[in-house]
């Protein structure tokens, strides 16, 4: 991850909502390492305030009067790049999703005054501020080509016993439809991914990737059978594991799980299912989730991938990977697409 001097983060909140910026400013200014340094009720004030006040990051909202979300984010990367977090509600999630594609960072559901979402909104503050945007967006804009394909590729067919299972966290969005755009319909191996998120937002995350992709993207349901050329998106509310006969069976979460879902508990699943016909994938993304399921793929003879540092928006998951010696191989971002494929055995 490409970061930025520290200092007291610096904050400008952006939601047409009075109550909504009060509880923001509220929760953020409990840490004493956090300021707001102003409040804009719609974009059109937002691109005005950036550029006066040089925030170290926005918490943007999607439906406002005057200029949306959306069109500010865009604006807002390309006149003065910083980071931006987009906070919304359950309703705006499939276009919250779309803000990813514009330059925003990440997004989180609108905080309540419970424990976990302010500790959860502080910690995505102070992890994205740290992000140097316009090299981070430099780094992204280096994506390479389409993927050749084999002839008897695009015919799709059985997996012959491969899965792609991937594990990600804060910045993962941006970076699955990257990849996920690059494959071919015909990828001949099932995909699952355990992405943390908050609750209610799968299905807007789903509906996103679908729209960049050839693949089918689907969110996983109790009792599916994994099918070649689709992908498997783990629903918030519920721990994922696969079996043997590629069946996906969802259940409750652990009891003192911290991170939702888990990559932890779908990795080793994979793992024990599927061993060196795994291949597993594990992203940016904060804290230590999917590494211990990482390490259960490689012991198991499977393929062990992890994005690299520089395509990291968080360079956490991934990075504690690497360090422990459960990767096999470190891609950056835009090669990752060309890998998968040669590890499927179809490129």
């Known amino acids: 991850m490409i970061m930025k001097p520290q200092h007291a983060i610096r904050v400008l909140i952006v939601d047409d909502s009075g109550l909504v910026r009060d509880m923001i400013r509220d929760i953020l200014e409990s840490d004493p390492g956090i300021v707001v340094v102003g409040e804009a009720t719609n974009g059109m004030e937002a691109i005005a305030k950036v550029t006066t006040l040089q925030p170290d990051i926005v918490t943007m909202d999607i439906e406002m009067p005057v200029m949306g979300g959306l069109e500010a984010i865009e604006r807002i990367i390309a006149e003065n790049p910083v980071p931006i977090l987009v906070v919304t509600a359950l309703t705006g999630v499939r276009t919250a999703f779309a803000a990813v594609s ?39 804009r280096k994506q390479s080509g389409p993927v050749a394909v084999k002839e008897s590729a695009s015919q799709g067919g059985q997996s012959s016993g491969r899965i792609v299972a991937i594990a990600a966290s804060t910045g993962g969005p941006q970076a699955i439809y990257r990849i996920l755009a690059q494959l071919p319909a015909g990828f001949s191996v099932p995909i699952i991914i355990t992405q943390h998120i908050a609750e209610g937002f799968t299905q807007g995350m789903v509906d996103w990737l679908n729209m960049g992709t050839p693949l089918k993207v689907v969110v996983a349901g109790h009792g599916d059978v994994l099918a070649p050329g689709h992908v498997y998106v783990n629903p ?23 991170y939702h879902p888990s990559c932890n508990v779908m990795l080793a699943s994979v793992a024990s299912a599927y061993r060196k016909g795994a291949i597993g994938l594990i992203m940016s993304g904060m804290g230590d989730d999917g590494v211990a399921g990482m390490q259960a793929i490689k012991a198991a003879g499977g393929v062990t991938l992890a994005q690299d540092a520089k395509s990291s928006v968080v360079y956490g998951m991934n990075r504690l990977g690497v360090e422990r010696g459960h990767i096999g191989k470190v891609v950056a971002l835009a090669d990752i697409p060309a890998e998968l494929m040669r590890r499927a055995g179809i490129a």
């Open 102 to 140: 514009k330059g925003a960072l990440d997004v989180i559901e609108k905080p309540d005054i419970s424990l976990e979402n302010v500790r959860n909104l502080i910690k995505k503050i102070r992890l994205l501020a740290k992000v140097d945007v316009a090299a981070h967006l430099q780094t992204m």
């Open 236 to 258: 918030a509310e519920h721990s994922m594991r696969i079996t043997e006969q590629g069946m996906i069976i969802l259940g409750s979460r652990e009891a003192g799980q911290v």
